[in-house]
């Protein structure tokens, strides 16, 4: 049974007080009661990442292990599941565009995973309509170059978006009307449009915008011109418009990130058949 491991699944949420334990497990909630709540959060601490059970009983009872594979807490495998850290990043240089939609508040979520197990560099350029929403300095913290300026060298860089050009692939998660109104007409007016006019890499491009937006005329117009020029746009999904924030409406950025993920080595496994066929 030692090769046996263990695992705590995506989708737990662990809570508790006192004596008591609160579980959500894929959707379920389960309370136990009268438990050391000290010792399961340490056995959660351990189970964050895969573990071989003969490790794990050694800061554990037979008892407490049971009770918690019985709930669903911890999930038993023959294998070792991968751990992110150890999964090889697809991306050698990544450059991910925050445009001035109000989902760019949330591009921490996506953008340190990305840089962290996608990418072995990556590259943030934030748009003045999304410097109104985030402190660039949040991504700094996390040893992530941001850039602003069209015409400010930086980090030995003479020309910006010649260098920022030079990706195998460029994000632009969220992608406000703004934005892509000037991708759709080429307009070169800001550091994000200029890069993408000049780089031979994919670009994937992920609108986030009010549901009212998202289905005029204009802006469909825009959103058809990019796929027409070759740009990959992820369709948007439901989310909470300001504007009626009761009635969750089409016009979300339509991705999580393990699907986020999939969707851009896709892109990454596409743009290199295209190379090699046009090469052969």
């Known amino acids: 049974m030692s090769e046996i491991w263990y695992c705590r699944p995506g989708t737990l949420v662990a809570i508790a007080r006192d004596t008591s334990y609160l579980f959500v497990v894929a959707g379920s909630i389960v309370l136990i009661e009268d438990v050391d709540v000290d010792e399961l959060s340490r056995i959660l601490a351990l189970t964050a990442r895969p573990i071989l059970q003969a490790d794990l009983l050694t800061h554990c009872s037979n008892e407490t292990l049971d009770t918690l594979l019985n709930l669903g807490v911890l999930v038993q495998t023959h294998h070792a599941e991968p751990i992110i850290s150890d999964i090889p990043k697809r991306c050698r240089r990544l450059v991910i565009g925050l445009s001035g939609s109000v989902a760019v508040t949330g591009a921490l979520t996506y953008v340190v995973p990305l840089a962290r197990m996608f990418a072995e560099h990556t590259d943030i350029i934030i748009t003045a309509g999304a410097s109104q929403f985030i402190e660039p300095r949040v991504f700094d913290y996390h040893g992530i170059p941001t850039w602003l300026d069209l015409h400010e060298p930086r980090q030995g860089v003479a020309i910006p978006h010649k260098y920022l050009a030079d990706a195998d692939l460029i994000l632009i998660a969220p992608a406000s009307a703004n934005t892509i109104q000037r991708l759709a007409t080429g307009a070169c007016s800001d550091l994000l449009s200029l890069v993408v006019a000049m780089t031979k890499a994919p670009v994937v491009v992920a609108p986030s915008m009010n549901p009212q937006m998202w289905s005029q005329p204009a802006i469909a117009r825009n959103v058809a011109q990019l796929r027409r020029d070759g740009i990959w746009v992820i369709d948007p999904g439901l989310g909470f418009p300001l504007s009626d924030p009761d009635?969750?409406?089409?016009?979300?950025?339509?991705?999580?990130?393990?699907?986020?993920?999939?969707?851009?080595?896709?892109?990454?496994?596409?743009?290199?058949?295209?190379?090699?066929?046009s090469t052969s």
């Open 247 to 277: 009635h969750p409406a089409l016009g979300a950025m339509g991705f999580d990130l393990a699907g986020l993920v999939r969707a851009l080595d896709g892109v990454l496994t596409q743009h290199a058949a295209s190379l090699a066929q």
